[in-house]
């Protein structure tokens, strides 16, 4: 361990703070919408960086599932404990005010004692070194899982406590100019992203009279999708292609993953092809295809057509006139569209020269969005890694000056613990 500035003490976690397990329930006793009588709970999805979002991606269960405790507060700090994603494990938020709501069992809360800061303990925690550390402990074959004891045996540095609200005072004056900051990129972004949308309307919008060459049509009258999946081998060396691959909203591949970790049915995938995420159509995931590949059972693939060029119908599905058809028309609790109905909807073809000039200049007006963007995505970064910068010069001892008059942590620990009930002596058996 690092060498702490005067008056400040390691502590673990069970020293300073006692942790809330999350709520357990079967699967048939949760609910997508609120009822009488039930209670929301958060899930990892309800983290965001450094704090909670509790609009949505909610579930709902009894409220007699929920223990009193398990109820989240205002200053807990909510955590993702377990996922098959190990960039999720250790993600760890503020809860900023009291919430009639529980998180799930995947998830824990860790409430700090009376005599500790409760936002300097929440910091503490979504630093840079614990996140790495809890990370480490986590990482397993399947499923990436923090123990009850990886969070009680983590080590904090405790300063006194009257520093320690000094601390947290020039944390939040600093992060407060740093949200603002953030809230305006992310505006921008926001903006960038319609603009996007208006040059796709622009381009595919049918209230006009069709020039010549060109033709109404329907989907189905020019492509057909391919047919059959195939289960890969546990040595298939073919990249695979999850919807969770794809991004939202941009026609772009994020990265791809390998066939031999997907042992269930897929669709096959070659160099042309157009690959549709059928699945909750709302996020607006299609892209153009570069190679031999396997792909997710729930993508809709449409191989190349000698009258749609296939970066035409990739930009096609991703206008916002097409993503309203699909979701208007998707069924099921998980909402999927379906061939039957997408092959319905009807366009404007134009010839393939005309197509290929179309294309041309959407993407370079998409070139100049995507510069920008660029900039944007790197001052968000840069944001982040201050943050973090922030976070370390604070649990250094560097952020604010210390005060010797302070009382040490050292007393402030032995007033906790003397505070706290002592633990039954366990009982021995007397020998015969």
Excluded at 87 to 108: D, L, Q, Y
Aim: hydrophobic letters at 40%; proline letters at 6%; glycine letters at 6%.
């Amino acid at each position: 361990m690092n060498d702490l500035p005067p008056g400040w003490a390691w502590a673990e976690v069970i020293d300073i703070a006692k942790l809330i397990r999350g709520v357990t329930f079967k699967k048939q006793d949760a609910v997508q919408k609120g009822e009488p009588g039930y209670v929301p709970i958060a899930r990892a999805g309800n983290l965001e960086p450094g704090r909670t979002k509790f609009d949505d991606n909610l579930i709902f269960v009894s409220r007699n599932l929920v223990k009193k405790d398990q109820f989240l507060r205002a200053g807990d700090v909510l955590i993702a404990t377990s996922s098959g994603s190990l960039s999720v494990v250790g993600k760890s938020a503020i809860v900023s005010k009291n919430w009639e709501g529980g998180h799930g069992a995947f998830m824990a809360v860790i409430r700090a004692l009376p005599d500790i800061n409760i936002a300097y303990l929440g910091y503490y925690l979504q630093s840079r070194v614990v996140r790495k550390k809890w990370q480490e402990l986590a990482a397993g074959t399947n499923i990436n899982n923090l123990k009850k004891n990886d969070l009680l045996s983590t080590v904090v540095p405790i300063a006194p406590l009257a520093e320690q609200e000094r601390i947290v005072e020039r944390i939040e004056e600093i992060f407060s100019r740093l949200d603002a900051i953030e809230t305006s990129l992310k505006s921008l972004s926001d903006r960038l992203g319609l603009l996007r949308s208006a040059i796709l309307a622009d381009a595919f919008h049918t209230n006009r009279d069709l020039p010549p060459g060109w033709k109404r049509s329907a989907l189905e009258k020019i492509v057909t999708p391919r047919k059959g999946k195939v289960i890969s081998d546990y040595d298939d060396l073919r990249p695979y292609l999850s919807l969770n691959n794809i991004q939202s909203n941009t026609c772009n591949i994020l990265n791809w993953e390998h066939s031999s970790d997907y042992r269930s049915q897929s669709s096959r995938l070659f160099p042309g092809d157009v690959a549709y995420a059928r699945l909750r159509p709302y996020l607006n995931k299609v892209v153009n295809i570069d190679r031999e590949s396997l792909g997710s059972a729930e993508l809709i693939v449409l191989p190349r057509s000698e009258s749609l060029l296939p970066r035409f119908l990739t930009l096609l599905l991703s206008n916002q006139s097409f993503v309203e058809y699909a979701t208007a028309n998707s069924t099921g609790d998980r909402p999927r569209l379906k061939w039957q109905t997408m092959k319905q909807y009807k366009f404007d073809l134009p010839p393939i020269e005309h197509q290929s000039h179309i294309v041309e200049l959407i993407e370079s007006n998409f070139s100049l969005i995507h510069v920008i963007e660029e900039s944007i995505n790197h001052g968000l970064d840069r944001i982040a890694d201050l943050r973090q910068s922030v976070l370390a010069e604070a649990f250094s001892g560097r952020l604010v000056p210390q005060d010797p008059d302070d009382e040490p942590a050292s007393v402030l620990l032995e007033r906790i613990a003397a505070s706290r009930p002592a633990k039954p002596k366990s009982r021995r058996k007397a020998r015969s």
